[in-house]
Each structure stands twice: as structure tokens, then as C-alpha cells.
């Protein structure tokens, strides 16, 4: 079958040591003014700022800061942000961070010149025209949010996760440098690292995947496996971190273009009902969801099995998917990430109301590999604990 591709990246992605060097002249060629930098307080207190704004001044540019980005940021934080952007009227802004910084910036850049408010835009392709220029640049090797076109807030009244989903707010220029990765902790290091794994496995596994996304995931599948371990053992390792930024670039942008799955979409509740972040959200679920999945796409759990140093040669297509879910169980172990839910005391009686809710979520549901009832759903928590 020959299969239609349509390719959606940053207009530049600038990657290696140094890298968040090269703002201040993405920020001049994309004709600003003055450039508004958007961060939370831990990035804004770690000194990872300074070369951004050293390129900045090198620049001539006039900049301030907003350094008030809460984790999962609120509608509230967003309005907050979008006041400052305003009463400033910064002409680029750069967001500085993991996701919530990034997908932060990426609509106060899109309300810039899009009229109405935030929550007009919750849903897929709602935002009409491209907003101020944008540099995303990464400080965990996690998210891939800076090679996106999401955006994902916390609706606190609703109790729920918003998503927007649209062309016209992936970022101008997008910077992944190691060089930001190095003061991690080995906590964030785990949670951001199986996060994109998972971003990996699940575009590759996606019925919207194609041969170019396909190539990406297994090559960030591959990496995050090799290096995962060895940047949580040692921060410093400037090899695990250059290899596991590059796993999260390739993984952002195959997530970017073939999308995730049910994992995804059981998640959202599950991280909200519990306070946990996004990979360790996954993480949970993982096993059981990967092994309903298998039947499906056997020769692609394969691949995935052999991406960790598995030999599978002469192996059944279900033995092979088992060592790649066991593998997989294996390195989120490796790093101390939960990988039940009874691991992190989740309650049974919420099983039917959280597949009622995943199963709701079609955007997701439709990019998954097997055709999955609410009861498939309930099965598959059922069998994560």
C-alpha cells in the first residue's frame, strides 16, 4: 500500500552542546524587539537562563522575564502570562523549560494575535492564524514539546486536562542542548526519560505512523534504552545526556506527525486523580497496555525488542512481544519508577470510571493499533494492578 505522508516540524531545530547559544540570532532573524523569556522559578533560580539572555544582549535586544510557569500550568497561570506578554507587547517570546514552559509560550505567542480567550481553542485545529514567533528550547529530555503542536492545561474548575491541538502554534524555531540536561536530577531524569519512551513507543505503534515517523521512534526507542540508565547513574555523563536529548527530539517530532494512543488518553485521569507527572502516569499502565496491544503489531514488538539487545531469532511473534514488554518493564524499574498501579495505592472502584473516560477520548482511541471496547479498556487497568 503506498501510504500519503504529510511531514509537520519546526521551521528550525537547532540541536547539540551549546545550541541555546543561537537564540539571540533566531530571536533578531525572526525581527524582534523586544523578546519576552517565559520559564518557571526553578529553571529562572538554576542558571540555566544566562547564555539565553547573554545571546540576547549580544543581540541588542530588549528583554524581560516571566518566571511564574506553574508545573501543568492553570488557565489562571496562562492569563497571568498572557497579561505580562501584553502590557509589554513583546513581539517573540521564548519559552525555556519542559513542557508546561513550552506549551505555555506557545499560546500567549497564538493569543497574540488570535482573538477570544484561551479555552476558544481547546480541541484539534481551532487556532486560525499563526500567532508572534516563538523559539521553544528544552531543558529535560522528556516532553518533546518544543517539536509539537500541543498544548495542555490544567482546567482546575473541571478537575480535568485541556488540550489543544493546531498547526498554527508549533513553535518558529525549536532548541534541544544537552548542555541544560546536566544539572537534572536522577527524579526528573527518570520521569522525563520513560516520557519519551513512551513518546516513542506509542507513535511508533500508531495507526497514523509512517515509514518516516517509524524511523524516528525506534531510533529514539533505541537511544532512551541505551541511555536512559547511564544519565540517571551519573548527570554529568555527557554522552547519555546528548543521546537521550537527541531520543526526545526524535520522539517529539514522530509524536508530533503520527500521534499517540490509549495510553495517553488513560493517563490524563489517572495523573490527575493521583498528582503524578506525566511519565510515571504512563508508566503505570504500561505493561498491561502494551501486552492487549501485541496482537496487533506483532512484528513491530519485535523490532521494539530488538531495539533493547534482545535476540529474538527463532522466537513466536507473542515470545517476542513479551521480552519487548518485560524489557520495557525492566528499564523504568532500573531508574525507580512505579510500573502497577497498586504501586502508587490507586483504588479499583475508580477502574470503570477511568475507562469510561479514555474510551471518550476518540482523537486518541482512533490512533490506537487494535480497536478497543470500554470493556478492553477496564481489562487492561485491571490487569495493571
Not at 330 to 355: H, K, M, N, Y
Request: aromatic share 6%; proline share 5%; charged share 20%.
Amino acid at each position: 500500500m503506498f501510504k500519503t505522508m504529510h511531514l509537520r516540524t519546526p521551521e528550525w531545530i537547532h540541536f547539540g552542546f551549546g545550541a541555546a547559544r543561537q537564540t539571540g540570532a533566531e530571536a533578531k532573524r525572526l525581527g524582534a524587539g523586544r523578546v519576552l523569556v517565559l520559564s518557571g522559578p526553578n529553571v529562572a533560580q538554576s542558571g540555566l537562563l544566562e547564555p539565553i539572555f547573554a545571546s540576547l544582549r549580544a543581540e541588542g535586544l530588549e528583554n524581560d522575564h516571566f518566571a511564574q510557569v506553574e508545573e501543568e500550568p492553570s488557565i489562571a497561570n496562562f492569563y497571568a502570562a498572557l497579561k505580562a506578554a501584553k502590557e509589554g507587547d513583546f513581539d517573540v517570546f521564548v519559552g525555556v523549560g519542559g513542557g508546561s514552559a513550552m506549551d505555555l509560550t506557545k499560546m500567549v505567542a497564538a493569543l497574540m494575535v488570535n482573538p477570544g480567550r484561551l479555552e476558544d481553542y481547546f480541541g484539534i485545529d481551532m487556532v486560525p492564524r499563526r500567532g508572534r514567533p516563538s523559539i521553544l528550547i528544552a531543558t529535560t529530555s522528556g516532553t518533546g514539546a518544543e517539536s509539537t503542536r500541543i498544548a495542555v492545561f490544567s482546567d482546575l474548575e473541571a478537575q480535568t486536562k485541556r488540550v489543544i491541538s493546531a498547526q498554527n502554534i508549533l513553535a518558529d524555531v525549536a532548541i534541544v542542548d544537552p548542555e541544560l540536561t546536566l544539572t537534572m536530577p536522577p527524579k526528573v531524569t527518570a520521569d522525563t526519560g520513560m516520557d519519551a519512551f513512551i513518546h516513542a513507543l506509542e507513535s511508533y505503534l500508531a495507526k497514523n505512523a509512517n515509514p518516516v515517523t517509524d524511523n524516528l521512534a525506534l531510533m529514539a526507542i533505541e537511544l532512551a534504552a541505551a541511555n536512559l540508565g547511564p544519565a540517571f547513574a551519573d548527570g554529568g555523563n555527557r554522552e547519555a545526556r546528548y543521546n537521550m536529548s537527541l531520543a526526545s527530539m526524535l520522539a517529539g517530532v514522530a509524536l508530533n506527525n503520527a500521534g499517540v494512543g490509549v495510553m495517553h488518553a488513560l493517563s490524563f485521569p489517572i495523573g490527575r486523580e493521583y498528582h503524578l507527572t506525566h511519565g510515571p502516569a504512563l508508566i503505570v499502565i504500561m505493561a498491561a497496555t502494551m501486552r492487549s496491544l501485541a496482537v496487533a503489531c506483532p512484528d513491530k514488538f519485535r523490532e521494539v525488542a530488538e531495539a533493547f539487545g534482545v535476540d529474538t531469532w527463532g522466537l513466536a511473534p507473542w515470545e517476542a512481544s513479551e521480552e519487548a514488554v518485560q524489557a520495557m518493564v525492566r528499564l523504568a524499574q532500573s531508574v525507580g519508577l512505579p510500573t502497577s498501579l497498586s504501586e502508587v495505592q490507586a483504588d479499583r472502584s475508580r477502574i470503570q470510571a477511568w475507562a469510561e473516560a479514555a474510551y471518550a477520548n476518540r482523537r486518541l482511541l482512533d490512533n490506537t493499533p487494535r480497536s478497543l471496547s470500554a470493556a478492553d479498556i477496564a481489562s487492561i487497568l485491571e490487569d495493571s494492578f
